[in-house]
């Protein structure tokens, strides 16, 4: 009886694994479909007979569900001698095992996810402890609900709808998939970023938040969870409704291994995200590994639509090329309208679902957006003086000053528009990094030294005309979380002539560089990818010889650069980092010692905290000053784990003033602004734009006049003067010192 | 071999008939003038002062160490300003004075001195700025003249090594023939075909850091050389295989003279001539592939001056500072036509059909 039964087993075995085999077998490169779960089946070529293979795999797929549900009959029944767990385990059919309530004992799903296809309940089954589904009762009495709807609105009742709105792009899309390889360029931002919506949105203008597919939301008790009631109106550009299994399905998406792309991979892992809750169609919960002041902001994800995908395979990538996903936002890319090699032009859906609701009623006023690739940025500056381009970033000195004057007849008379908007949002780190480890900048006299010998006052002065500000800590532009006093250090030939003395670097030499005892002379290079500063490094190459202190420069193509960074083979390095608007700053990557060397946490330090000798240095990290302070490591851990907005305030003012004494990093500059130039046809609010615009794409609040877009025209030709005084605008209810 | 060619009435004849073309020759003259000025650009180009009297003593600051400013009585401790000095002494009205060059700005130097100076100030005689500024201020004229030294020295250096490498070669190929001519040959080939620029590119990526501008200037150089001699292996390796089967050769064979010898002192002064005609055109080629490299960004290590960083400069601005273009095309044009028009005299001078031994 015993033996028959396993024979069974090994019978149906045997033809489950044939199956596979024979299903691999047109294709020598194909694997066989999700053998162990992980594997990434490589693309199909053009051969093969696809209607057949995914016969053949269903097939497959209805036997091995039949073979589990046997199998598990009869361990149930106590023929516990049978050891083949083993052998199944890797399949991830744990059905018996936790059933959870994912899927019911015949293996039937639960109705919220009766869509679902095979492979992703199999991904939610697998990852039980992820994936959860319970009764509405279950959400916690008492959670304090909110929907934001007390913030105030940004946009302008006076917007107006219609009219094509005209942007350019240096390069055309590679793909219009928003993931995945070739994904990360400049017109994902036309798809996503400033387009589809997530679940909350954060107020540019205040540290609350505004509905966004969630229409109320709630932090629990723990500080990790918030709840989420999605708006019943939410729909995808397809007609079909936001679903809370899209939820689900974001994480077996973000995790696969068919979208290649490992950093999604990562962010979405279950490291961070612990745990999503369905309680029915339109209420769920995300947990997040650690209780963050802003873990709204954190878990505020945007859904992935499962009835466009189904499931994913190896085809993914192919598929998706020019095939955009249904979106959330108001403006839809279809393939007719894509103009391959030349342009992609967006239309508004008429029936948006948001259209009325606040926040969105005056926001998103063009039909349609039209991208048109230009690939000379001077180019595009000739088709914006043309008026074909409705807008171009004028934050270059010389396009601000030389290319496109006051006096120039378009804004003289009225047509076109400088405007400088004032704006509060963390800036791009432009700072020269010190490698504390290489001499002579190990020594910290010598680097305080060399941060007086950087001469900013005269760059800012002189190369930006005074338009940019010194910044003047590791963390500015983060609200309160920036430290409110700590100056950077100003330029002084003598304080730097004093620090170099303490370290030795007493008498000039013959060329005016110092020179120490051993005649080792005061030489420092600086490393850049960015050609385009060449001239601040000359200016502050030239001052420095003031101080004794002699620079070399080594401009190189950025990817060698960043590459000399990142094996931190660098003396210091002139770079920066794009900041994302964030409630605090990061510390962990560039300053704390674990992405300095090997060895892990304090092991690198010797009772005394000064460094062991013989540490193996990391690579590939963000510390490109090699910070290993026991110190700072403390801190930043502490930071790391603190909850408490207040704490993390006091903790990154005490991290900002330990690394300015460190002296490894010497702030450069902001833009405390944006600067734009705009056709007089595109009106903007009152204020321009809120707070927190880094980019005049971003909200979306303007709108265009299509009748004054006749008018302009038409005087432009004619030569008429629309306006006495030249339109130059200055928005400054933002500027902050 | 300096007096044999001196000896040598076909060559003297050569050269009166090369100073027999006056476009050429004048040239030549001009442009031999233009480098040793050059060479000395120091006493007419500088920041630093010609002559100092200073307190009843003379100082020569041009060409020695680099004086304190607290040593003529300013309050800092780096490099005196003397045009500053110059403003200083004739406010006291003492009887201190000091003499500047025509042009008082170095080839590094901002002149930041005006508050209304951010880059690109126009030409003018009154601030001395006969060639306008650049976009930090330095004198573009200051930058054109040290430039013009960098590139000609550069191209010397050029001509002298890759001559060196394809006389070797060529005449090593060309003598014994056979075998070594065939595989010598081949590895021409071979080493012709690697491509340049990149190569540049990549070596340039890959210098150490602790090496002086001094280094890498001669190293760029070598980088270039090592690529590109290849091109004179041919010619040499052709008029050896001419030389070669003279009576003369048979001769000092016939003596017992060593290979090397033939080579060096019977062969190469018959062969001279092919590279004498070349050499003109080798520097013109050098000084367009240095600005080539600048302008492209890979070639001398900033701020080294450099006509083609200027270029690069000059184009990107060119609607608000054409001063830059003009004045850098014009040197280079200028350069490069003259260097052709003594290339023209050369090879008119030295051409066979006029002075043929055969006859």
């Known amino acids: ?737 | 071999m300096k007096t044999m060619i001196k000896l040598n009435p076909l060559t003297t004849k050569k050269l009166r008939r090369f100073r027999s073309i006056k476009r050429g020759y004048w040239s030549f003259i001009f442009l031999v003038l233009l480098y040793s000025l050059s060479l000395l650009g120091e006493l007419f180009v500088n920041k630093r002062a010609l002559i100092v009297s200073y307190q009843g003593e003379f100082f020569f600051p041009t060409y020695g160490e680099q004086i304190s400013g607290k040593f003529f009585g300013f309050d800092y401790e780096y490099e005196t300003n003397y045009r500053d000095l110059q403003k200083k002494f004739e406010k006291e009205n003492s009887n201190d004075w000091l003499l500047m060059p025509i042009v008082p700005f170095g080839p590094y130097e901002m002149d930041y001195a005006k508050e209304s100076s951010t880059g690109f100030s126009p030409p003018s005689f009154s601030s001395g700025h006969f060639c306008g500024t650049d976009k930090t201020e330095r004198d573009v004229f200051a930058r054109l003249l040290y430039g013009f030294r960098i590139a000609m020295t550069f191209s010397l250096g050029y001509l002298l090594l890759t001559y060196l490498i394809a006389i070797c070669a060529g005449s090593i190929m060309g003598y014994f023939g056979g075998r070594t001519d065939m595989l010598g040959l081949r590895l021409v080939e071979i080493w012709a075909n690697v491509p340049f620029l990149y190569m540049v590119i990549i070596l340039v990526s890959v210098m150490p850091s602790w090496w002086g501008t001094g280094w890498q200037v001669s190293s760029l150089l070598l980088i270039m050389v090592l690529f590109s001699w290849t091109g004179m292996t041919y010619y040499i390796r052709a008029a050896v295989y001419k030389e070669k089967a003279r009576d003369y050769v048979s001769a000092a064979k016939v003596i017992g003279a060593s290979s090397a010898r033939i080579i060096f002192r019977h062969l190469l002064p018959n062969v001279i001539s092919t590279l004498v005609t070349f050499a003109p055109f080798t520097i013109a080629a050098a000084v367009s592939s240095i600005t080539a490299l600048d302008f492209l960004g890979y070639g001398l290590p900033p701020p080294t001056p450099s006509w083609g960083e200027l270029l690069k400069q000059g184009v990107n601005n060119l609607r608000i500072a054409p001063w830059i273009v003009i004045s850098s095309v014009s040197i280079l044009v200028l350069t490069l036509t003259l260097v052709t028009f003594v290339g023209e005299a050369v090879r008119e001078a030295f051409d066979p059909k006029k002075f043929s031994t055969y006859e």
């Open chain 1, 1 to 737: 009886m015993n033996n028959m039964k396993i024979n069974k087993i090994y019978y149906t075995a045997f033809l489950f694994v044939s199956l596979l085999f024979f299903n691999g077998c047109e294709d020598h490169q194909l694997k066989p479909p999700r053998e162990s779960g992980s594997e990434p089946s490589r693309q199909t070529g053009e051969s093969g007979l696809p209607v057949d293979r995914e016969f053949a795999r269903e097939l497959a797929r209805e036997l091995g569900r039949e073979f589990a549900r046997e199998l598990s009959r009869q361990l149930n029944e106590g023929n516990s001698s049978i050891q083949l767990d083993s052998v199944f385990s890797a399949n991830s059919v744990q059905i018996d095992r936790d059933p959870g309530s994912l899927v019911d004992m015949d293996g039937r799903p639960h109705p919220l996810l009766a869509h679902c296809s095979e492979d992703v309940l199999e991904f939610y089954q697998s990852h039980a402890d992820c994936f959860a589904i319970k009764s509405l009762q279950e959400i916690p009495a008492g959670l304090n609900w909110k929907d934001g709807l007390g913030e105030e609105e940004f946009s302008s009742p006076d917007a107006k709808r219609g009219g094509t709105w005209n942007v350019f792009m240096r390069d055309f899309p590679r793909t219009l998939r928003t993931i995945g390889p070739d994904a990360n360029g400049a017109f994902r931002s036309y798809l996503s970023d400033y387009n589809a919506l997530s679940l909350v949105m954060s107020h540019p203008n205040s540290d609350g938040y505004y509905p966004g597919l969630a229409s109320s939301w709630a932090v629990a008790d723990d500080r990790k969870t918030v709840y989420f009631r999605l708006d019943p109106d939410a729909r995808y550009s397809d007609g079909k409704a936001v679903r809370s299994s899209d939820f689900f399905f974001l994480f077996y998406y973000m995790r696969s291994k068919h979208i290649q792309a490992p950093w999604y991979n990562d962010f979405f892992g279950k490291d961070k995200f612990l745990k999503v809750t369905l309680f029915d169609s339109h209420t769920f919960s995300i947990t997040y590994y650690k209780a963050k002041p802003d873990v709204v902001e954190r878990v505020s994800l945007r859904p992935v639509p499962e009835h466009f995908y189904g499931e994913l395979d190896g085809e993914y990538l192919n598929k998706y090329q020019w095939l955009p996903e249904p979106t959330t936002g108001p403006y839809v890319a279809t393939p007719e309208n894509i103009d391959k090699g030349k342009s992609v032009t967006l239309v508004r859906q008429n029936d948006w679902w948001a259209d009325q609701k606040k926040f969105y009623r005056y926001r998103f006023n063009p039909d349609k957006i039209k991208v048109s690739v230009v690939r000379d940025y001077n180019k595009a500056f000739e088709i914006f003086l043309k008026g074909e381009i409705d807008m171009f970033g004028l934050a270059k000195t010389e396009f601000w000053y030389e290319k496109l004057t006051d006096k120039n007849l378009l804004v003289k008379n009225g047509y076109l528009s400088k405007v400088t908007f004032f704006n509060q949002t963390p800036p791009p780190s432009y700072a020269l990094r010190i490698n504390s480890q290489k001499a002579p900048l190990d020594n910290q006299n010598i680097r305080i030294g060399f941060h007086h010998a950087m001469n900013f006052k005269l760059v800012l002065e002189k190369i930006f005309r005074g338009d940019y500000v010194r910044m003047n800590t590791v963390a500015d532009g983060y609200g309160a979380r920036s430290h409110p006093t700590l100056q950077a250090r100003t330029f002084s030939v003598e304080k730097a002539v004093e620090h170099f003395a303490k370290a030795g670097y007493l008498k000039r030499g013959p060329d005016g560089i110092l020179v120490n005892k051993k005649g080792e002379r005061l030489s420092v290079e600086i490393v850049t990818g960015y050609k385009h500063f060449e001239d601040v490094l000359v200016v502050l190459k030239e001052e420095a010889k003031k101080a004794g202190l002699e620079i070399k420069l080594k401009i190189l193509e950025s990817t060698a650069a960043w590459k000399t960074a990142g094996e931190k083979n660098h003396q210091v390095i002139f770079s920066a980092f794009n900041s994302f608007v964030e409630l605090f700053p990061r510390y962990w990557e560039p300053f704390h010692s674990d992405n300095a060397y090997q060895q892990d946490g304090d092991t690198k330090y010797r009772k005394d905290g000064r460094l062991k000798d013989n540490l193996v240095i990391k690579t590939s990290t963000n510390n490109f000053t090699q910070t290993a302070v026991r110190e700072i490591d403390h801190l930043i851990n502490q930071y790391r784990e603190e909850e408490s907005l207040e704490r993390i305030t006091e903790l990154s003012h005490q991290l900002s003033e330990m690394i300015h004494e460190h002296g490894v990093w010497v702030p450069a500059w902001k833009k405390p602004w944006l600067r734009i130039g705009h056709w007089n046809w595109i009106k903007f609010p009152q204020d321009w734009g809120p707070k927190e615009t880094r980019d005049y794409e971003e909200f979306q609040v303007f709108w265009i006049d299509q009748s004054e877009k006749k008018t302009i025209l038409k005087a432009k030709l004619a030569g008429e003067v629309l306006s006495d005084q030249p339109t130059v605008r200055i928005y400054d209810k933002y500027q902050s010192n």
